[in-house]
């Protein structure tokens, strides 16, 4: 069974930042998409950050540059740095895979709190 286990989630002030990483147990050297999405409560789950294929990375509006995505192949795992955040920005974090006909999954996610 494939796993992806996400970690670094936290409360954080607004303004602060957080690094969360995601480690897979399979390989992402190829896969179809890999993804953060988010969900805050009583909000339905949106999307924050997509990787197509290692080709185009794409970030939501709402992200205002304030968070970077990255991927470690050595590692097999994703992360997301988030800067400035907002209490807006409180939600669960969960990232996504899709290694095409191999399967899709989703990992636990993490909490994220941004309050005073």
């Known amino acids: 069974q494939v796993q992806l286990v996400e970690s670094g989630g936290g409360l954080v002030p607004p303004g602060g930042s957080l690094r969360l990483s995601c480690a897979a147990s399979?390989?992402?050297?190829?896969?179809?998409?890999l993804a953060w999405y988010r969900q805050a409560p009583g909000k339905q789950r949106e999307l924050v950050v997509s990787?197509?294929?290692?080709?185009?990375?794409n970030y939501a509006d709402f992200v205002e540059g304030r968070f970077t995505y990255s991927r470690d192949a050595t590692k097999n795992t994703i992360d997301l740095r988030m800067n400035a955040l907002k209490p807006e920005d409180t939600a669960v974090y969960s990232c996504?895979?899709?290694?095409?006909?191999?399967?899709?999954?989703w990992g636990q996610g993490t909490q994220v709190t941004v309050s005073s």
């Open positions: 996504y895979a899709d290694w095409g006909i191999l399967g899709r999954y």
């Open positions: 399979r390989t992402i050297v190829s896969y179809s998409v």
């Open positions: 990787d197509i294929g290692g080709g185009k990375i």
